[in-house]
């Protein structure tokens, strides 16, 4: 599968994560946030932003209760809950928000 | 072998029983698939709320070795992910000495902190264990 986007062509999997992680850029997340009926907000990027960053330093995407805990440990308890996430990405915090921000699916997401 | 509980106490709300699962990890990490896949067997188990351990011996040592440069093979270098297994509430990595001194390593060659522990020091951990799982 893939889109275009800007004139470029975007290789993805049957399930929409990017194949290729180093083409994604903010418009690639507006655009799969789009595709997802997600409108972002900073919190959403807050929480993107966060899953690259862990992405970067760990080589895979985090499990749904390990981004909790990080995300409760680098941005406050408040937002440490799926509670919080859920509203955020209604259809999985891992999933949705991985997907855009183009990091593959989550190992161990059940 | 010891009680299925393994004498770890039992949440209240939890019912299920926690069982002490080792994966063993005996194989250099690139040129086969056994380490990857190892390592996100480790990664999904971590759901499970097991009592979980992790062992690099013989070549499965070099899994943890700092500074590895994968490009020139075209794989991913995966081995930053042994530093997010503390996050999965991944505590117990065990090295064995013999494996380290048969290749001229210390621990302060490797990526994570772990625990060194002698041939018969595995043996004796490995029979406490009740799966095995060896990669």
Same mark, same amino acid.
């Given at each position: 599968?893939?889109?275009?986007?800007?004139?470029?062509?975007?290789?993805?999997?049957?399930?929409?994560?990017?194949?290729?992680?180093?083409?994604?850029?903010?418009?690639?997340?507006?655009?799969?946030?789009? =595709?997802?009926?997600?409108?972002?907000?900073?919190?959403?990027? =807050?929480?993107?932003?966060?899953?690259?960053?862990?992405?970067?330093?760990?080589?895979?995407?985090?499990?749904?209760?390990?981004?909790?805990?990080?995300?409760?440990?680098?941005?406050?308890?408040?937002?440490?809950?799926?509670?919080?996430?859920?509203?955020?990405?209604?259809?999985?915090?891992?999933?949705?928000?991985?997907?855009?921000?183009?990091?593959?699916?989550?190992?161990?997401?059940? | 072998?010891?009680?299925?509980?393994?004498?770890?106490?039992?949440?209240?709300?939890?019912?299920?029983?926690?069982?002490?699962?080792?994966?063993?990890?005996?194989?250099?990490?690139?040129?086969?698939?056994?380490?990857?896949?190892?390592?996100?067997?480790?990664?999904?188990?971590?759901?499970?709320?097991?009592?979980?351990?992790?062992?690099?011996?013989?070549?499965?040592?070099?899994?943890?070795?700092?500074?590895?440069?994968?490009?020139?093979?075209?794989?991913?270098?995966?081995?930053?992910?042994?530093?997010?297994?503390?996050?999965?509430?991944?505590?117990?990595?065990?090295?064995?000495?013999?494996?380290?001194?048969?290749?001229?390593?210390?621990?302060?060659?490797?990526?994570?902190?772990?625990?060194?522990?002698?041939?018969?020091?595995?043996?004796?951990?490995?029979?406490?264990?009740?799966?095995?799982?060896?990669?």
């Amino acid at each position: 599968m893939s889109f275009e986007l800007n004139g470029k062509t975007y290789e993805t999997d049957e399930e929409g994560y990017l194949i290729n992680l180093s083409e994604w850029n903010e418009d690639v997340a507006k655009y799969l946030a789009a =595709e997802e009926k997600v409108d972002l907000s900073d919190n959403h990027w =807050e929480v993107i932003n966060f899953l690259r960053e862990y992405y970067n330093d760990y080589q895979i995407a985090p499990a749904v209760r390990v981004l909790t805990k990080a995300i409760g440990k680098k941005l406050g308890p408040e937002k440490g809950s799926s509670k919080y996430l859920y509203e955020l990405f209604p259809y999985g915090p891992a999933k949705q928000a991985c997907k855009i921000a183009g990091l593959p699916k989550p190992t161990g997401c059940i | 072998m010891t009680e299925t509980t393994g004498g770890v106490e039992l949440d209240e709300e939890m019912s299920g029983v926690i069982k002490k699962f080792m994966f063993v990890n005996r194989k250099a990490p690139y040129g086969t698939i056994y380490a990857l896949e190892g390592l996100e067997v480790v990664l999904i188990s971590a759901a499970f709320d097991q009592d979980v351990s992790l062992v690099f011996l013989d070549d499965g040592i070099y899994q943890l070795v700092k500074g590895q440069h994968t490009k020139a093979i075209d794989v991913k270098n995966f081995s930053p992910t042994y530093r997010a297994l503390e996050g999965y509430d991944i505590e117990k990595l065990y090295v064995e000495k013999e494996s380290l001194e048969a290749r001229n390593l210390t621990v302060d060659n490797l990526i994570v902190p772990v625990e060194v522990l002698t041939s018969a020091e595995m043996a004796a951990l490995m029979t406490e264990q009740d799966v095995v799982i060896s990669f």
